[in-house]
């Protein structure tokens, strides 16, 4: 069954929680009278930000409507996503903790019997009203990954710090920067690690960032791949551009930007015309793919097997 839980917290120290919504009762089992929900929830790269994430439930009450900005504004919102158990191939080890952020757009709409409330997420990686004041003190001749280790301990004490980098990033002079947000770091040094590593097949630094943890690789320090199988695919993996390709899977929240991925044997490929399909020569995907791009889309009741899946934007390595 399709699952989703949402937590609505104060700021507060206590974190009082003020809002949940779920589908499944208190009891664990699968509640078939759960509000509807739609989901659009992505996670990408800090260097090329793709906008807010939205939550929006139906059916709930008028009061939440009208006081929807003065309840839930710049308020943390978690959102789990996923399956739960009950059909065959359902597989609910996948479900978890898709997106934690802070509500920066919450407002309501009723139309005829419909009601329903929207809220937009952004990740909590500061902003120009609420700086993280990232300060990075890379030093000649010292590695750019224990540099941004402790520039990144410093701005965000609560998160574990996890840098997979080439160890040929390294500076010939002082380089000291100052960041209010880590999308501003994120796209600094991007471009500053293209151009200390001239390869055209290297793709630069990038930052994401997950619910207790911090990310930052650069595709040249591989890990164990996560293992798709043939039934977690939702149509046809694609070719999208030259290197890059999408997948459609069965909603799930255990994959995240800079995972890898390794294919199911077989699984045969669709070209677009933008992915110059005069190249492709073979008709199944090999090796193991670096994910740029998860997002995660659905309704909770639409019938259609579409309805409830993550995409995935991943390149080969």
Same mark, same amino acid.
């Given at each position: 069954?399709?699952?989703?839980?949402?937590?609505?917290?104060?700021?507060?120290?206590?974190?009082?929680?003020?809002?949940?919504?779920?589908?499944?009762?208190?009891?664990?089992?699968?509640?078939?009278?759960?509000?509807?929900?739609?989901?659009?929830?992505?996670?990408?790269?800090?260097?090329?930000?793709?906008?807010?994430?939205?939550?929006?439930?139906?059916?709930?009450?008028?009061?939440?409507?009208?006081?929807?900005?003065?309840?839930?504004?710049?308020?943390?919102?978690?959102?789990?996503?996923?399956?739960?158990?009950?059909?065959?191939?359902?597989?609910?080890?996948?479900?978890?903790?898709?997106?934690?952020?802070?509500?920066?757009?919450?407002?309501?709409?009723?139309?005829?019997?419909?009601?329903?409330?929207?809220?937009?997420? +952004?990740?909590?990686?500061?902003?120009?009203?609420?700086?993280?004041?990232?300060?990075?003190?890379?030093?000649?001749?010292?590695?750019?990954?224990?540099?941004?280790?402790?520039?990144?301990?410093?701005?965000?004490?609560?998160?574990?710090?996890?840098?997979?980098?080439?160890?040929?990033?390294?500076?010939?002079?002082?380089?000291?920067?100052?960041?209010?947000?880590?999308?501003?770091?994120?796209?600094?040094?991007?471009?500053?690690?293209?151009?200390?590593?001239?390869?055209?097949?290297?793709?630069? +630094? &990038?930052?994401?960032?997950?619910?207790? &943890?911090? !990310? +930052?690789?650069?595709?040249?320090?591989?890990?164990?791949?996560?293992?798709?199988?043939?039934?977690?695919?939702?149509?046809?993996?694609?070719?999208?551009?030259?290197?890059?390709?999408?997948?459609?899977?069965?909603?799930?929240?255990?994959?995240?930007?800079?995972?890898?991925?390794?294919?199911?044997?077989?699984?045969?490929?669709?070209?677009?015309?933008?992915?110059?399909?005069?190249?492709?020569?073979?008709?199944?995907?090999?090796?193991?793919?670096?994910?740029?791009?998860?997002?995660? +889309?659905?309704?909770?009741?639409?019938?259609?097997?579409?309805?409830?899946?993550?995409?995935? &934007?991943? !390149?080969?390595?």
């Amino acid at each position: 069954m399709r699952y989703y839980k949402c937590t609505i917290t104060d700021t507060d120290a206590a974190a009082t929680v003020l809002r949940t919504w779920s589908s499944l009762t208190p009891q664990g089992t699968y509640n078939p009278g759960a509000l509807m929900v739609d989901v659009d929830i992505q996670r990408y790269g800090m260097s090329t930000p793709k906008g807010m994430s939205l939550f929006r439930i139906h059916g709930v009450s008028i009061e939440d409507i009208r006081q929807a900005q003065t309840n839930f504004y710049n308020k943390v919102i978690t959102i789990e996503l996923g399956m739960s158990a009950g059909l065959p191939l359902a597989n609910k080890d996948q479900a978890g903790l898709a997106i934690t952020g802070i509500i920066n757009q919450p407002f309501g709409n009723w139309q005829a019997t419909e009601q329903s409330m929207d809220f937009m997420i +952004v990740a909590g990686a500061g902003s120009n009203s609420e700086p993280k004041n990232i300060s990075l003190q890379w030093l000649s001749g010292k590695k750019l990954s224990t540099a941004l280790f402790f520039s990144l301990q410093r701005a965000f004490p609560e998160k574990t710090i996890n840098i997979n980098i080439d160890d040929r990033l390294v500076c010939n002079y002082d380089n000291l920067g100052f960041y209010p947000t880590l999308t501003q770091l994120a796209q600094t040094l991007k471009s500053f690690s293209r151009s200390l590593i001239p390869d055209a097949n290297y793709s630069g +630094v &990038e930052i994401a960032m997950r619910e207790k &943890e911090i !990310v +930052v690789y650069d595709g040249t320090v591989t890990k164990e791949p996560i293992q798709i199988k043939f039934t977690d695919l939702v149509g046809q993996p694609t070719w999208i551009e030259f290197a890059k390709v999408s997948v459609r899977l069965v909603m799930r929240s255990d994959i995240q930007t800079g995972d890898y991925i390794a294919m199911p044997a077989g699984a045969l490929s669709v070209t677009t015309a933008g992915s110059y399909s005069q190249y492709r020569n073979q008709v199944s995907f090999t090796g193991n793919m670096l994910v740029t791009d998860v997002r995660m +889309v659905g309704n909770s009741r639409t019938r259609d097997a579409n309805g409830w899946v993550t995409i995935i &934007e991943a !390149v080969p390595v």
